[in-house]
């Protein structure tokens, strides 16, 4: 059982350029999310998704989009990357009835 | 929105005992996380409390005050590999989760 999975492990991107950070779990869960952590700010909601076909805004939402076409998967685009999005963002995901959640490795980005 | 309070550093004796506050203000609880996070790592989940009181997982316990916004994360027989961020989370309604910035703890020999 691999649980959640992140590509790539790290990146170094040009600002401007378009990026897709993926995500995909094995266990089912209805519950995604999106997070990225900086020093001294701990972890930030981006986006989450509560089931298949649903996303919502987390605490910092702007700069990124999701989608969730399927239980399994959830990625999340940058669409023009910037400095500022340098960190390390972590896919997370959980089940309705433990709430516990699962988080993947993580992907480390530099905005450049 | 919620403010979420922990310190930032602690350092503590092999085989002490430590104990990690939290504090919080929401506008609507619906329960209390701590996780684990080695450096370079994911964040691996420790306790969950809802309601008021001591949850205990062998060495390490949570504790939980609704009406005072207050939780802790006792370590105890402090290990060298605890060593750790600890990270204190509150949901709010449904699932999501808003975490404080963690306090690093260091277990010196």
Redesign the interface.
């Known amino acids: 059982i691999a649980g959640i999975t992140q590509a790539p492990t790290s990146q170094i991107l040009a600002a401007g350029r378009r990026m897709t950070l993926r995500c995909t779990q094995d266990m089912r869960h209805n519950?995604m999310?999106w997070?990225r952590q900086d020093l001294?700010?701990?972890?930030?909601?981006i986006h989450?998704s509560?089931t298949a076909g649903t996303t919502g805004k987390?605490?910092v939402p702007d700069g990124y989009s999701v989608s969730r076409a399927n239980t399994d998967d959830f990625p999340l685009t940058l669409a023009s990357a910037v400095p500022s999005q340098t960190s390390v963002y972590?896919c997370a995901s959980?089940e309705?009835d433990t709430?516990?959640?699962?988080?993947?490795?993580?992907t480390r980005l530099t905005v450049t | 929105g919620q403010n979420i309070d922990q310190p930032t550093e602690m350092t503590a004796t092999e085989g002490a005992i430590v104990q990690i506050n939290c504090t919080y203000q929401t506008s609507g609880f619906n329960g209390l996380f701590w996780y684990q996070q080695h450096a370079g790592e994911a964040p691996t989940f420790l306790s969950y409390n809802v309601l008021d009181g001591l949850e205990e997982k062998g060495r390490f316990s949570s504790f939980l005050s609704r009406s005072k916004g207050y939780s802790y994360l006792l370590l105890k027989e402090l290990q060298m590999k605890d060593s750790a961020s600890y990270l204190c989370a509150v949901r709010e309604g449904d699932y999501k989760l808003s975490f404080g910035a963690g306090t690093t703890v260091t277990v010196r020999a």
Do not use: D, I, T
């Open positions: 519950a999310y997070y001294g700010l701990g972890l930030r909601l989450y509560n987390g605490e972590f959980s309705a709430y516990e959640q699962y988080f993947g490795p993580g």
